[in-house]
């Protein structure tokens, strides 16, 4: 059973960071690729960054630049790092298996941790 679990989230400043972590469970971790998705309220998911087994990244033109995707095989961990921090960055992150996690389909993803993003 495929199990990920997410944390770090929290409420924080304009302009600040946050680190989120994902811890991975119940299947072949290093083989698989991994992505980052959130929902903001009153809207749908939408997919924010995946890095693939081979280690390649990628992301959304909003979050370029600001975001960083890393992963630890010997953990079964992903990671989020979330710099300069913007109000529209506010919703629920979640931990996906796999690069395809949208609106429509996100078969596999945790529970999410809320992230706050005041003025």
């Known amino acids: 059973e495929v199990q990920l679990v997410e944390s770090g989230g929290a409420l924080v400043q304009a302009g600040g960071s946050l680190r989120l972590s994902c811890v991975a469970s119940?299947?072949?971790?290093?083989?698989?690729?991994m992505s980052w998705a959130r929902q903001a309220p009153g809207k749908g998911l939408e997919w924010v960054s995946g890095?693939?087994?081979?280690?390649?990244?990628m992301y959304i033109t909003s979050v370029k630049g600001r975001f960083t995707i890393s992963r630890d095989n010997t953990k079964n961990m992903i990671y989020l790092e979330m710099n300069n921090l913007k109000i529209e960055d506010t919703g629920v992150y979640y931990c996906a298996k796999g690069l395809l996690c949208g609106d429509a389909f996100c078969p596999d993803r945790g529970q999410g941790t809320q992230v706050t993003v005041y003025d």
């Open positions: 890095i693939t087994k081979g280690l390649k990244t």
């Open positions: 119940g299947f072949n971790f290093r083989l698989e690729d």
